[in-house]
């Protein structure tokens, strides 16, 4: 195939891949934006501030979805790094099987679990909660961390733990100082992906917050079936956001194993 | 990693793997084993002073419900088989250098981080018969007012659906597929263009072999998000049939608390799909 081929090609994947962002985009910054009319007749930023007003409840439901992603990444960062080095530099018997154990929640839907995690919540007292919500996020966010974790100690050489030991350092040194540098990049592209795996939940967000615990997802569906289609576009453009300036961070970082587990979700 | 594997547990023996792992099974085990366990009780009608088949016999006998399934399992392999054929063309075309890949790379990954319920909303302001290509159509002459534009969202055939699935899988399928294509590098198909074999031929008998186990996993993620997600089909979807998770979610809600267990049969019979797709695509033989 030729490189103007290639050119054509590669350019109508990237107008496809852009063309549903178009509208959302427009919406935001438009008044009264009719059939058959292709652009707005009126360009306003009405829209953004309204949603950014003391009466709006966009800024909130912004704080709220930023602090569950924030803890639910954080907390899997807490949980995935020691699973992720011990799958990463063992072999034991019965790794498939928790390498499978781990897998299941990738791969099973939401509310598959969701219903029955309801339940659970019910019994202690955890739904309509944002602990709740953080808690459920776990599901999606924390398998993801222990792959990608796995894959960072799998090029991890210990021997250097060895020598620092043999050095002198104490043990918490050698976490501090040997191991954290080694695996800080690795940390930061989980935590990150993490992050926007909560961002994106809906479904298990409603399940166990009910209602109660408002994010951006939610307002977006809200705003949209009630017709408010700017509050919709600027709700739309704001739960963009965070993915294109992890993505500008970390662009170069993505391999096929992380995109594997997160992307999907 | 088979020498740093002995080197660590020569160096590092002292734990034990399991005890790194603890913690996150243990969460994994509460939440997600809990919600499996607690879903499959509640659809015996556990948990409510009495235990019985009866939510399954309503369900499994309910055209609705069989209806769902076949809509849902049709959204699944037409997204799947879309996603990995145009996925497998994206890699093709953007493993070679041509003006502009970088960019085009950067741009691809794009919606990867989308959230769902965003790329659903954008789907339906493009694609409905008020969206933005219908008025471009009417811009061109082609349609007199939306009646005129198709129907391609919230239509019989989910093509709405389906075309938000493409939209977003077709990057994760192609970055996959693409790091592998690094990995794997040109030799394989070089040996077979200099033993004479054709180009498509060098793709189609010794790139593809070598591809298909991790296309095969990525399509069984795509096959078992598709069947198995609500964001999009409730938003993109007809009101009858709906799909299966939008229709455990009704029964889920329903002011009725009677039909609960009928939501956590379905919720079930939604598992099981994805258990299958596990047992078949993900165990290693």
């Keep these: 195939m030729s490189a103007r081929w290639r050119l054509v090609l590669g350019l109508m994947l990237v107008v496809a891949s852009m063309a549903p962002l178009l509208p959302l985009g427009l919406w935001s910054v438009a008044r009264g934006w009719y059939f058959p009319q292709i652009l707005p007749a009126t360009w306003t930023l009405e829209p953004w501030a309204r949603a950014l007003s003391p009466r709006s409840d966009i800024p909130e439901a912004f704080v709220t979805t930023t602090a569950i992603a924030l803890a639910a990444a954080a907390l899997s960062l807490v949980l995935g790094i020691p699973a992720g080095r011990a799958l990463g530099l063992y072999r034991f018997r019965g790794k498939a099987l928790v390498e499978l154990a781990l897998l299941a929640p990738v791969i099973v839907p939401g509310i598959a679990v969701g219903l029955g995690i309801h339940g659970v919540f019910l019994r202690l007292g955890l739904t309509n909660s944002a602990l709740g919500v953080v808690l459920v996020h776990l599901v999606p966010t924390l398998p993801y961390v222990v792959f990608v974790m796995s894959g960072v100690f799998a090029n991890y050489d210990a021997a250097a733990e060895a020598q620092a030991r043999s050095l002198g350092a104490r043990p918490l040194q050698v976490l501090w100082h040997v191991m954290l540098p080694a695996i800080a990049p690795g940390v930061a592209v989980a935590g990150l992906f993490a992050f926007l795996v909560s961002w994106s939940q809906y479904i298990l967000t409603l399940t166990i917050g009910g209602g109660r615990v408002v994010t951006l997802p939610l307002l977006l569906y809200a705003q949209a079936g009630a017709g408010r289609n700017d509050q919709a576009g600027v709700l739309a453009v704001l739960s963009l956001a965070p993915g294109l300036v992890i993505l500008a961070l970390v662009a170069r970082r993505i391999t096929g194993r992380g995109v594997m587990i997160g992307g999907a979700g | ?285």
């Design chain 2, 1 to 285: 990693m088979a020498g740093s594997a002995t080197s660590a547990i020569e160096v590092i023996g002292r734990g034990h793997p399991w005890l790194s792992l603890a913690p996150a099974l243990c969460v994994i085990a509460v939440l997600f084993g809990g919600g499996l366990v607690l879903g499959l009780a509640g659809s015996f009608g556990m948990g409510r002073g009495g235990a019985g088949v009866d939510a399954w016999i309503a369900v499994l006998s309910e055209g609705r419900v069989w209806r769902s399934l076949g809509l849902s399992l049709w959204i699944a392999f037409a997204s799947t088989a879309l996603a990995c054929l145009i996925g497998l063309g994206a890699a093709l075309l953007l493993r070679r250098r041509f003006p502009g890949q970088g960019l085009a790379r950067l741009l691809f990954q794009i919606n990867l981080t989308i959230p769902h319920a965003v790329g659903a909303l954008g789907i339906l302001w493009l694609l409905s018969q008020s969206g933005f290509v219908s008025r471009l159509s009417a811009g061109a002459g082609l349609i007199d007012g939306p009646a005129g534009f198709p129907a391609l969202t919230q239509d019989r055939f989910a093509i709405g659906i389906i075309a938000h699935y493409v939209w977003k899988e077709v990057p994760f399928i192609g970055l996959i597929l693409l790091a592998n294509m690094q990995s794997l590098g040109d030799d394989p198909e070089s040996a077979a263009r200099s033993l004479g074999a054709s180009p498509f031929a060098a793709m189609r008998l010794v790139l593809l072999p070598l591809l298909m186990p991790a296309l095969i996993r990525a399509g069984a993620i795509v096959f078992a998000f598709s069947f198995g997600a609500w964001e999009v089909p409730v938003l993109l979807g007809q009101s009858a049939p709906v799909a299966l998770p939008v229709l455990a979610w009704q029964r889920f809600t329903d002011p009725d608390l009677a039909t609960r267990p009928e939501a956590m049969a379905i919720a079930m019979l939604i598992a099981l799909v994805a258990a299958l797709l596990i047992r078949v695509a993900m165990v290693r033989r």
